[in-house]
Structure formats: C-alpha cells, structure tokens
C-alpha cells in the first residue's frame, strides 16, 4: 500500500520570510548549509595539506575527484534508494556522518588517510542530497524553481562560509584539533534536523527507478552533459583558486576570504536563478548564463589578487545561476522518481564533471595554472551548444504521454 506523501503529513504552511514557502524547505536548505559547509573544508585547506603531506598538484586534484565521487557521484545509488527505501533516515544520519568525519580532516597523516576522511565523510554528505531536493519538489507549489533557489542556495553559501570560518579557526588550532570544529554542526543539526517533516518512498511497484526513466532518455542525457561540462569548470576554479592565490603571494586567510566570495557570488547567482526560470522558462536562463559566463572566466585566471577573484565570482555568479534550475528542470522532464532525478542532475553529474579536476591538475603541472584554468572556462559554450537542442518540459512530458 503506497504510503502518503510528504506534503500531506506537513500541509500548514508558514511564512519563509515574504516567500510563504513550506516549513520544510526551510529545513531541508539549513541542513543542506551545515552539509555543504563541512564538505568544502578540503580545498581551502590545501595550502596547508600540500606541504604536510608532500601533496602535488595532481595529488591533490586526485583526491579532489575522490571527495566529488563520494559526494556526488554516489548520489546515483542514493537517489535510488531513497525512492524506494526510508528517505528520511538518509535525511537524518547523512548529514551527522559528514560533519563527524569531515572535521577530522586535519588528523590525517598520509594522502591515503586523507582520502579515507574525505570519502566517508563525502558518502554522508552524497545521502542527504538525493531525499531533500525530492523533498524540495514534492511540497513545493507552481514555484518549484524558487523553492529549489532557496534548497540549493542554503548549500551554496555554506560552501562560500567554509574558507573563512573553518580555515581560520583550524590554523588557529592546529590541525591536530580540528575534529573541534564538529561541534558547532553537530549542535546546529539538532535544531534543523528535529524539524525535518516525514518524507514516503515513492512506489514504483516492480519497476526500478531507474526504468522509470526510460521514456526520458534523451533530454535527460542532454541535461545531464550540460551539467557536467558546467560543474568541470566551476570546480577547477573553486579547487585551484586558493594555490593560485597563495603562489601570488597572498596568505592562506586571505585566499580562503577571495574562494569565499567566489563561492558567495556563485551562490547568489544561484538563489536569482530559480525564479528567473519560472518567469523566463529554464531554456532561456541555461543559455544565457553559460554563454555570459565565458569571458570573465577566461579573463580572470590572467589577473591577479582580488581583481582575479571579483572577476571570476562574477563569472561563477553567471555561470552557477543554472544550479537550481538544472534540477527542477530534469524533474518536470521527467516527474517520475524525483530523488533518482534529482540525484542524476545534482549528485552524479555534478561529480562526473568534478572528475576533471585531476586533469586539470595535470595540465597545471606541466603548463602552469593560469593556462589550464582558460583551457577549461570555454567548456560552458560546448554546454550552451548542446543546451540548444533541449525541449520545453510541457513539450517534453506530453510527448512521451501521447
């Protein structure tokens, strides 16, 4: 017997602000701050992990691509498993793992220490995801893409408070100590996850979620390439802005405050993008914001100091305002098993694209950073390219139905 929905277990509504969103989506985007935050603790710290472990620049962007298969990539089986399982205890003790995990990062001895901290606490993170964006979806009105905006801003700007809350107080502790900086998460998640509504599986009967979304094949496929290419670039600027920063002569502090805006102007493009959809369609806003992107993120890796960092957080700004819409998009292509959808397009695409991170590194190395950072900016315009061929979601959904 197929079991409730969430939005008929949580149906009274509250003001989120003068949004009037659903109580839960205010729930779900503060867990989904703390989970963020705590799993963008790698990056900034690199400029204190290269010379402890003798970390290499390949090294270090391996062990970037592991954190993203852990944390992204694994949503695939997440998802899946949400759809069919208990959403809820992935909603619950996910979060917990990471932040646990994730704080001891500075106790790790060897680069293969360190990829155990990291893909663990990744894994924890990766279980949150796919169940809170169905969340997001299932008790959200016509207004999915601002619902979405706020889920996914709340993980955006813990990514962008990462670099200047933890960096400082972990240099200021010692790296040793890190697993202090637990608690705060750890005390934060009592409140939000204790707000968390019920959330039911949704029933597929015998067929996989997976072969649920057959019938959508090829616009997902599109979707999910466009994803891909976006997230290779935003994730090579976000890893190796902080090296770069640093080799220029900056400190650790000061390049953790410039990845931070970064991360902020991304996530603020973020939170404008959702509502840009639901007036202007998800097409449009894809398009445009890829292909606006391309030239400031070209330009920035030339310049230096705070000039390079305000003119690539404009590019992230433009290019990171797709971020909610590519998964409210994929979910009205196909409005069949929301968590896999949702982890397709936020989890497993987002770590394919991440999984160039290594390359980039290698480039670096040989080329230096400047050059494979302009290499990877034009990725967005192939993206645009292949945005161009996908369909209305309206077109798309009764196209299959007919």
């Known amino acids: 017997m197929e079991s409730a929905p969430a939005s ?7 003001a989120f602000g003068a949004l009037a969103l659903h109580p839960a989506i205010l729930a779900t985007a503060s867990t989904h701050f703390i989970v963020d935050a705590y799993t963008n603790i790698y990056a900034p710290l690199l400029p204190l992990l290269i010379p402890r472990l003798g970390l290499s620049l390949t090294m270090a962007g391996v062990l970037a691509m592991a954190l993203q298969i852990a944390t992204s990539v694994s949503q695939l089986g997440f998802g899946a498993l949400a759809d069919r399982w208990r959403p809820r205890v992935l909603l619950m003790a996910g979060p917990i793992l990471s932040v646990v995990v994730m704080s001891g990062i500075g106790m790790a001895w060897s680069p293969l220490s360190l990829a155990l901290v ?41 990514q962008s408070m990462a670099p200047i809350v933890f960096v400082p ?30 959330i039911a599986p949704i029933a597929h009967g015998d067929r ?63 939170f404008i993008g959702g509502p840009l959809s639901d007036r202007y369609g998800p097409k449009r806003v894809i398009l445009w914001s890829l292909v606006l992107a391309v030239p400031f993120l070209g330009v920035a890796p030339f310049l230096t100091g705070w000039r390079l960092a305000g003119i690539a957080a404009f590019g992230g700004f433009l290019l990171q305002s797709t971020l909610p819409v590519n998964v409210t998009y994929g979910q009205q292509i196909a409005p069949v098993s929301a968590a896999t959808v949702s982890s397709l397009m936020m989890g497993f695409a987002w770590g394919t694209g991440a999984l160039m991170a290594p390359l980039v590194g290698l480039i670096a190395d040989r080329i230096g950073l400047s050059w494979a950072l302009l290499a990877v900016s034009g990725a967005p315009l192939v993206a645009a390219v292949l945005a161009a061929f996908l369909p209305h979601p309206g077109r798309a959904v009764s196209e299959r139905l007919a």
Not at 119 to 142: E, K, M, N, T
Not at 172 to 196: D, F, K, N, Q, Y
């Open 118 to 158: 990291l893909v663990i606490g990744g894994l924890g993170g990766a279980a949150f995801h796919p169940p809170a964006a169905a969340l997001v979806y299932r008790v959200s009105d016509h207004r999915k893409g601002l619902a979405m905006s706020v889920h996914i801003t709340g993980g955006s700007l813990g």
């Open 208 to 270: 996989q979620p997976f072969s649920a979304l057959a019938p959508f094949a090829r616009p997902l496929t599109i979707l999910f390439l466009v994803v891909v290419l976006r997230t290779m670039t935003a994730s090579a600027f976000s890893t190796f802005m902080p090296v770069t920063l640093t080799s220029q002569g900056m400190s650790v502090g000061q390049a953790s405050l410039a990845v931070s805006t970064y991360l902020f102007f991304s996530s603020v493009g973020g």
């Open 169 to 198: 107080a972990i240099v200021a502790l010692g790296l040793h100590w890190s697993w202090l900086v637990a608690l705060p998460g750890l005390a934060a998640l009592a409140l939000t996850l204790r707000t968390m509504p019920p």
């Open 8 to 14: 008929d277990h949580a149906s009274p509504r509250t």
